[in-house]
């Protein structure tokens, strides 16, 4: 199943806000829908949450990027794509477009070591709960090549997640630029953020009843967009 919404009738997927989720997940995007609906109309962004299993003989996180390969065969070339972990709630209103610098194929967070690390120390990692994508060869190639890795068993590296070894094995095929973090404000980098800077509130790796409570205290507090 696949709710889809254009930002007007004519069909365009030029930029797109896609997010994925089933089981659980299915109600962190049921909660969300009606605040990244209302942002993707502000903002003209065609708006997709699918609900199907692509990849049921693998983890779940290696879902996003069949996911990602599927919306960027029917978006437009040279638009945005722009992923949005299920466990992630809008809650400013700046333009995803501005996100990304001009000479950069994808925009993602660093995840450094835990703890009140400072911005200046290297990154460990891209995060992949929030990615800014441009439709373009480049990133669809590296794309292809991270899943690939699922075949050839290449998930060494040093995120927990496989998805991201991956990403991160394959990461100079592509010009990543590093997403400020306002763009995905989780526990790893929520104490350089002041809270109303933030436009993107994420809960990567809790469990599913404390984020839909997080997600419903926002959305009752209308500290979103």
Known sequence: MRYEFGADDSGRMKDVLVQHGVGTHAELL????PVHLAYCLRHDFYFIQDYDRHC???KFEWEKLEVLRLVMQRAEPGGLVV???S????VG???FRAAIPEDAD???TGTRACGLTPLSEPVLYWNAGVMVLRNNLAVKAWLAATRQSWHEGKEEGPP????ERALWKHRKMVRIAELAPKWNVWRNNAHVVRPEEA???AWHGEQTDSVLRRMAELRASRAVA
């Open 56 to 58: 049921p003989e693998r």
């Open 199 to 201: 436009v993107v509130r």
């Open 83 to 85: 992923w949005l972990d």
């Open 160 to 163: 927990p997640h496989k998805d």
């Open 93 to 95: 209103d700046e333009d």
């Open 87 to 90: 466990d992630t709630l809008i």
């Open 30 to 33: 049921a909660m969300s829908a």
């Open 106 to 108: 994808a925009a993602m």
